[in-house]
C-alpha cells in the first residue's frame, strides 16, 4: 500500500498528521475486511470509508480529558462518520493500531532513507573510481605503512556502505508486520481472518505471535543496522578529519565563497561536516541501546516503550538520512590534493616500499630473515635526507641480486596500483581494462 503514494521527506513522514494518516488507514483497512466477513455492516464500512477522517486539533482537545491518545482519535474518527462510527475500531485494542501504523510509518521512513544511502553509495562509488590510480600512504597504528591509493580507501567504504544497505533492507523487511490480534494478542474478539486481509491490503505480513504489542526484537534490529549505518559514517568521518590536518592537509572539504572557519583566525578551514556526523553517529548508536531497552516489557506489555519511540523513531530516522545526505555532499565536493599526497608519501623516506624490497629479495633467492634484517639495516641507518631507494642502490647485499631497473620499479608505486585496480575490476568498482 505504501508504494500507491509519494513518499514524502523524511520530515513529514513523522509529522502528527502522517502518524494519524496510517491508524486510520488501519482502521479503514480493518472495517473492509470486516464487513467482507460479515462481522459488520456493509453500510458501516462504507460509511468509515467516505467519512472517516480526523483533526489534529481535535484530537488534541478530546485528549485533554480522555488522557489516552488512541481513544482521542478513535473518537474524533466516529464523529466525523456519523452513526455508523460505532463500528470504528470494533474488536481492537489500541496497539493493534498503534503498533500496525507504527510498522507502516517505519516502512516508509526506510523507503526515504534508503534513497539517501543509495546516493551516498553511488557517489563514493564514482569517487573511487575517480580516485583508483591515486598514490597516497596507507598508513596502520597513524603511521605510515605501505602505499595505497585514494580510491582503494574510498572503494572500502563503497563496499561497507554496500553492506548497511543491505542490512537496513533486511532490518526494514522483517519490521514490515501487523498486529491485530486483541488484548494480550489471543484473538479473543477478532478472527485471525481481520488481521490475514488488512495485512495484505497493507503490503505487511501478520505478526507470528504477539502480547499485546509487536515484539520488540523487530524494531531493536532496525535500530541496530540505524546504529551500524551511523557507525559507517563515523569510520568514514573520522578518516577525512585526519587526512585534512594540517601537517597531512591531502584533502579538504570544500569551503564556500563568505564561509567563515574561525571567528578569531580568518585563515581557518576547518572540517566542520566530518566533525558534525561524527556526533551524529554517537546519537544513533544511543538510540540503538534504547531500542533494545524497550524488549524487555512487563508480562504482555506495558507503556515503558511508549514515550522512548516517540523520541527514537524519529529522531534516529531523520538524523540517519541526514547523515546519509551531508556526507554525500562531503564526498561528492572533496578537494583531493594529490600533489600533497605524493609529498607525504616522499617524506616517507621511501619507507612505504620496504616490504616490496623486502619480497623482491626474497625473489632472487635470499632468506625471509636474511632479506628482513638488510632492509631493516638499510632502513634504521639512512642518513638525514636519505632515501631507502638511494641507500639500497648503494648497497652491494642489494644490488649483487637486483638491477637498478628493478629497485626502481619497486619503489615506483605501479605495482599497488596495477594490484589495486585489477582488485578494484574484481569486485566489480571498475571495468577490467578500465
Not at 513518499?7 to 486510520?24: D, I, Q
Not at 574510498?154 to 532490518?171: I, V
Amino acid at each position: 500500500m505504501i508504494d500507491r503514494y509519494t513518499k514524502p521527506e523524511m520530515g513529514t513522514v513523522f509529522k502528527p498528521e502522517r502518524r494519524f494518516y496510517w491508524m486510520l488507514e488501519v482502521e479503514k483497512a480493518v472495517a473492509e475486511v470486516q464487513a467482507e466477513l460479515g462481522l459488520i455492516p456493509s453500510e458501516a464500512a462504507k460509511a468509515i470509508a467516505v467519512r472517516g477522517r480526523f483533526d489534529v486539533a481535535r484530537i488534541d482537545e478530546i485528549e485533554k480529558t480522555t488522557k489516552h491518545d488512541v481513544i482521542a482519535f478513535v473518537s474524533c474518527v466516529a464523529e466525523n462518520v456519523g452513526p455508523e462510527g460505532r463500528w470504528v475500531h470494533y474488536g481492537l485494542t489500541s496497539s493493534d493500531v498503534l503498533d500496525t501504523a507504527l510498522n507502516l510509518q517505519i516502512a516508509e521512513a526506510g523507503a526515504v532513507l534508503l534513497s539517501a544511502v543509495e546516493r551516498l553509495i553511488s557517489i563514493l562509488k564514482a569517487r573511487a573510481v575517480a580516485e583508483a590510480d591515486t598514490l597516497c600512504a596507507g598508513r596502520t597504528h597513524g603511521m605510515h605503512a605501505e602505499p595505497t591509493t585514494f580510491g582503494m580507501k574510498l572503494a572500502g567504504f563503497w563496499a561497507e556502505f554496500s553492506r548497511h544497505r543491505e542490512r537496513l533492507t533486511t532490518a526494514l523487511a522483517e519490521i514490515r508486520v501487523g498486529k491485530l490480534s486483541g488484548a494480550v494478542g489471543t484473538y479473543s474478539t477478532q478472527t485471525p481472518l481481520v488481521e490475514a486481509g488488512v495485512c495484505k491490503r497493507l503490503g505487511l505480513r501478520p505478526e507470528t505471535i504477539a502480547t499485546q504489542v509487536v515484539p520488540r526484537d523487530r524494531h531493536a534490529a532496525v535500530f541496530s543496522a540505524l546504529a551500524l549505518l551511523g557507525g559507517g559514517i563515523e569510520r568514514l568521518a573520522v578518516e577525512l578529519r585526519h587526512l585534512q590536518r594540517t601537517e597531512i592537509g591531502e584533502v579538504t572539504e570544500a569551503f564556500g565563497r563568505g564561509q567563515k572557519g574561525s571567528s578569531a583566525m580568518p585563515h581557518k578551514k576547518n572540517p566542520i561536516s566530518a566533525e558534525n556526523l561524527t556526533g551524529a553517529a554517537r546519537l544513533l548508536r544511543s538510540y540503538a541501546s534504547s531500542a533494545f531497552e524497550n524488549m524487555a516489557l512487563w508480562h504482555e506489555r506495558d507503556i515503558s516503550h511508549s514515550s522512548v519511540e516517540r523520541v527514537i523513531v524519529p529522531d534516529a530516522f531523520i538524523l540517519a538520512h541526514y547523515a546519509c545526505a551531508r556526507m554525500a555532499d562531503l564526498i561528492e565536493g572533496l578537494e583531493v590534493n594529490r600533489e600533497a599526497m605524493l609529498q607525504t608519501m616522499a617524506e616517507s623516506h621511501g619507507f612505504l616500499f620496504s616490504s616490496h624490497l623486502l619480497l623482491a629479495l626474497v625473489e632472487k633467492g635470499l632468506s625471509r630473515e636474511d632479506a628482513y634484517q638488510l632492509v631493516q639495516k638499510l632502513s634504521h641507518g639512512l642518513k638525514a635526507g636519505q632515501h631507502l631507494k638511494e641507500a639500497a642502490l648503494l648497497n652491494s647485499d642489494v644490488t649483487s641480486r637486483l638491477s637498478a631497473l628493478e629497485i626502481e620499479g619497486v619503489f615506483s608505486g605501479e605495482r599497488h596500483k596495477r594490484a589495486i585496480r585489477e582488485h578494484l575490476a574484481r569486485v566489480g568498482l571498475v571495468g577490467g581494462n578500465a
